[in-house]
């Protein structure tokens, strides 16, 4: 295992979307790993390191609530932009017929202490690359709470706060009393070694007195 790291992620709104929900968006009861990985590479992040999750411990009640919004089925183009500026005509930012309204089902007032570790990978460089180098680097962009990307939870407009915690400081969740609640199978992240054609990786995720091993989980991946 490589250099650990405590964080508190928490924010108003949360949507991790589960995908067997096509038109809709449905949220997880609680941050899969690979958003809680997303975060910290929002953070910070290197070709030599790669972010692992290891446990996270849910601290508030899990509340879901529901809203509609505008989404657009396909982005702006470039080339046609493009076009339209060397040629002087206008262009259309939005067609009205591209607007859908779709429902939204997000978590409300989330906050997760997340326990994660990096290793290094095959692309790290000389002697001078090691893991303290980056430990040290990853340690001060938390305490200061500099990123690279705005963190997220789950969707853009939801934006998290990161703060360090000390590696023995234990806060009380919510779920510390329920000895274990099944959540299900969640997304665990993509399998990235076919580049064409990720293929996604699930796990079970079992909370036991508010907190999921994700590390033990890893030996299970099923896809």
């Known amino acids: 295992m490589g250099y650990g790291v ?13 995908p067997e929900f096509k038109s809709e968006r449905v949220s997880y009861d609680v941050i899969t790993p690979s958003a809680a990985r997303g975060i910290l590479e929002a953070v910070y ?18 509340r879901f609530d ?6 657009l089925e396909s982005k702006l183009s470039y080339r046609n932009a493009k076009e339209a500026y060397e040629k002087g005509t206008g262009l259309a930012i939005v067609a009205t017929d591209k607007r859908q309204q779709r429902a939204m089902t997000y978590l409300r007032d989330v906050a997760y202490v997340v326990d994660a570790h990096f ?12 893991p303290k180098k980056h430990y040290n680097i990853a340690m001060r962009r938390f305490r200061k709470g500099q990123h690279f990307a705005q963190p997220v939870l789950g969707c853009r407009e939801f934006p998290a706060k990161v703060e360090l915690l000390e590696a023995d400081e234990e806060i009380a969740g919510f ?49």
């Open 119 to 130: 290793d290094m990978t095959d692309r790290a460089g000389d002697v001078d690359d090691g």
């Open 66 to 71: 529901t809203f509609r919004r505008n989404e």
């Open 175 to 223: 779920y510390s009393d329920v000895p274990e609640r099944d959540l299900g199978y969640m997304l665990y992240d993509l399998d990235f070694s076919n580049a064409d054609s990720p293929d996604p990786l699930f796990f079970r995720a079992m909370m036991r007195h508010g907190v999921i091993d994700v590390a033990s989980a890893r030996e299970g991946l099923v896809s």
């Open 6 to 18: 405590r964080l508190k992620i928490s924010g108003p709104r949360a949507c991790f979307t589960r």
């Open 45 to 62: 992040w290197k070709p030599s390191i790669r972010w692992l999750i290891d446990r996270i411990a849910v601290l508030n009640e899990i």
